[in-house]
């Protein structure tokens, strides 16, 4: 059922509360409207229930009590509907809902605009992740990928539901790099999201020293954590991986390692997902039966990442056919190596094959030629998002992205189904098929794949 709102005379302002006080109504035994028995600014901001809605404490977001679909956000005065997962504002003149319309790309002017809108949806209780691991050391001699797979599919600790995070770090040179991320990225990530939380909920608390609102208004609003924007998500993420990089360089210098780590994670808030990456670790989408590649590989021949490097000051040479961030050029690299055969002490020459990751030492001091700054994207999920894929570059070496997706997808006999998983075939069993897929098509790297999915109970 579809909220409908009220015609009114009142001149109300655009995306306020006073909107939703007049848009949903619930009429009282004297045949007004209970929005016209309470002051709407109070209603809309400080009370428990709103004409009809109430109010999820963890998240600030109102909750329709007859269709718990609708959902409510009266700071912006935005309507969420979750199963079509559309927002939409009460048109000024109309006064009836209409379909809200990003202004993202229209000038400057409309960014700051763009950056305060809310995440797609925060709470979305009828929403449940699953997800598997797989991996397989294959024809190297070591196993340097590390994982990490959480998922909480109550309330999290941000007020978010459901929460997922999920990460594939592949290890070079060594293990020290990618055991850090395993064990630390998470959590800085989730450190960085409760400090711009809470500074907000901070700011809202000193509301009412600065206007007219009263200290229990002012209280009554700083009591849930409020969603943070697309753009402060993304802030947070980048601000995690920069720091995180120089805290494991620290201890490099110390331990003399030389190891890095590429990182593909996915950080999943209520219906909201973003993904974040470094190096050529991918994450793919499967929009339906349509492979969506969400990442880009940093790749060192790649326009933007060679001009990064040779500004630097490095070089990006070509090994074998594979184009190698150095800090030598390719004559200069050949002559250290032939000394180095003659028994003379030169330092070690590192070729990357990626342009970006944590760690890679000699390769960040004294100037950066590899980068630690994530690229991260955010992507909706929804009815059309079948099922997602994290994996490292030993999976995407020998299959092409659409390759995974309809593997996966070959295992489900219904050419109607909405989702290739049955109770034969699981997000397990995807993951353990493409590793071995990968594996039989000659791939010679550690191999590792998460696979996610997601339900809604209707």
């Known amino acids: 059922m579809e909220p409908q709102a009220k015609k009114s005379k009142d001149t109300l302002g655009g995306g306020t509360a006073a909107n939703e006080a007049s848009s949903h109504e619930s009429r009282c035994s004297d045949g007004s409207t209970e929005a016209e028995n309470v002051a709407v600014d109070e209603i809309a901001a400080f009370q428990s229930t709103i004409a009809g809605y109430k109010l999820e404490p ?145 700011l809202a608390s000193t509301k009412g020293t600065h206007d007219e609102t009263t200290a229990d208004e002012a209280a009554s609003a700083a009591k849930a954590l409020t969603p943070p924007s697309d753009e402060a998500v993304k802030q947070c993420i980048v601000s995690a991986f920069e720091d995180l990089d120089k805290a494991f360089l620290r201890i490099a210098r110390v331990r003399k390692r030389l190891d890095g780590s590429c990182v593909v994670c996915a950080l999943v808030l209520g219906s909201r997902m973003f993904v974040a990456n470094l190096g050529d670790s991918r994450c793919v989408v499967a929009e339906k039966r349509k492979a969506v590649d969400i990442t880009v590989d940093h790749k060192p021949d790649s326009e933007e990442e060679q001009q990064r490097v040779e500004a630097a000051g490095g070089h990006v040479v070509n090994v074998m056919g594979i184009a190698r961030v150095s800090r ?10 032939r000394k180095a055969a003659l028994g003379f002490k030169e330092p070690p020459c590192v070729q990357l094959a990626v342009a970006r990751s944590i760690g890679d030492l000699l390769l960040k001091q004294p100037t950066a030629l590899v980068s630690p700054t994530p690229d991260v994207f955010a992507y909706p999920i929804c009815e059309d998002t079948a099922f997602i894929v994290l994996g490292c570059d030993g999976v995407w070496d020998v299959l092409t992205s659409q390759a995974v997706v309809d593997l996966i997808w070959s295992k489900q006999p219904d050419d109607t189904a909405q989702s290739p998983f049955t109770d034969q075939f699981t997000v397990h069993d995807a993951a353990e098929l493409v590793v071995s897929t990968a594996f039989e098509q000659g791939s010679t790297d550690n191999i590792s794949v998460i696979v996610i999915a997601h339900t809604r109970q209707s």
């Open 328 to 337: 030598l050029s390719a004559e200069q690299a050949d002559e250290s190596r």
């Open 58 to 202: 963890s998240s600030g977001w109102y909750i329709n009590e007859e269709d718990p679909s609708w959902q409510y956000e009266p700071k912006q005065g935005l309507h969420f509907h979750t199963v079509s997962q559309t927002f939409y504002i009460v048109d000024q003149e109309t006064q009836e809902l209409v379909p809200y319309i990003s202004s993202e790309g229209e000038g400057e002017g409309d960014e700051g605009a763009q950056q305060q809108q809310p995440l797609l949806n925060w709470m979305c209780k009828d929403m449940k992740l699953t997800a598997k691991m797989t991996c397989m050391q294959g024809r190297r001699p070591t196993q340097e990928d590390r994982h990490t797979v959480t998922i909480c599919n109550g309330a999290s600790s941000l007020g978010c539901q459901p929460f997922g995070f999920f990460g594939v770090y592949d290890g070079h040179l060594g293990t020290d790099a990618s055991e850090f991320c395993e064990k630390s990225l998470q959590n800085g990530i989730l450190t960085k999201l409760r400090q711009h939380m809470e500074a907000e909920q901070a």
